[in-house]
């Protein structure tokens, strides 16, 4: 079978004693196409979030966090047997295994295909192949994979703490070492990202599209003095406010990105910064 599988939360599931696939479990041809789902704080025996036994599931855009394995075999995000699984621009992380493959296990020969991936601060280790000999290309992998693209690098998310996984620039667009080294490192033959830059590396892409308008008069507020705020700002009806990136152009409002920003008030510019997560 061939079911779409999309758009899906898999949260706090478990595959059972002895059992694989704490989310979902693919056997014998069931070969799905898997995308936009996120596997979190699921448990089973092998195969924390998706197990896949002789079978041939892709799986896009996905995230899997904070699974576990608890079996032999393991594999805490994902585990493979006898299976051809393509993965494509997901994310592992925070994933653990009592033996092998905290992000995934593969055995039994498997032979998958992985682009575009982030596999970062699972445990024991992101990747473990103990037959087969998985393509991993355009990856992120924390301890090094060998192929084409692949990289060692903190994938700076936005949040782990709160379980946001977006790639994170905090200066954007200042090209330094806040920026993700994931963003536009993907593979340059896949499809761009929404925004029309090179394919990020992991689920959630970081959006380099920035909204401007040539005047900005919409009522908004805001206090004086450097401010790290999240949310709407109000000003009082009347008053006129313009905001500008770090290159000088004005910025709509209703668009605004994570960075640093300057706030004009009836033709003075702030001396200070603002801050905007």
């Not at 991936?117 to 991993?136: Q, S």
């Not at 693209?149 to 200066?171: E, K, V």
């Amino acid at each position: 079978s061939e079911p779409a599988i999309s758009d899906c939360i898999f949260f706090q599931n478990t595959g059972g004693a002895g059992g694989g696939g704490g989310a979902i479990a693919l056997h014998w041809g069931s070969n799905p196409n898997i995308t936009n789902c996120v596997f979190s704080q699921n448990t089973a025996g092998e195969g924390g979030g998706v197990f896949c036994l002789d079978s041939d599931p892709t799986i896009t855009y996905c995230i899997f966090a904070k699974n576990e394995a608890t079996g032999f075999s393991a594999g805490g995000g994902l585990q493979g047997r006898s299976a051809h699984p393509t993965i494509i621009n997901c994310t592992f992380t925070e994933n653990t295994a009592i033996t092998r493959g905290g992000g995934i296990n593969f055995k039994y020969y498997t032979h998958a295909v992985i682009t575009n991936c982030i596999l970062w601060n699972d445990t024991p280790e992101e990747i473990y192949a103990e037959d087969g000999d998985p393509i991993v290309t355009y990856c992120d992998v924390q301890g090094g994979w060998t192929g084409t693209g692949n990289i060692d690098a903190d994938p700076l998310f936005a949040d782990t703490a709160n379980g946001d996984y977006h790639l994170s620039w905090i200066n954007f667009p200042i090209e330094d070492s806040t920026k993700s080294p994931c963003i536009d490192a993907g593979d340059p033959a896949s499809l761009l990202d929404p925004d029309s830059t090179i394919a990020d590396m992991g689920a959630l892409y970081f959006s380099q599209e920035v909204g401007i308008r040539e005047e900005t008069t919409k009522p908004i507020t805001f206090y004086q003095g450097p401010t790290i705020f999240s949310g709407p700002l109000v000003l009082p009806q009347g008053k006129n406010c313009r905001i500008y990136d770090i290159t000088g152009r004005e910025i709509d409002a209703n668009h605004l990105l994570p960075g640093v920003y300057f706030i004009e008030v009836k033709g003075y510019i702030i001396n200070k910064v603002i801050k905007v997560k």
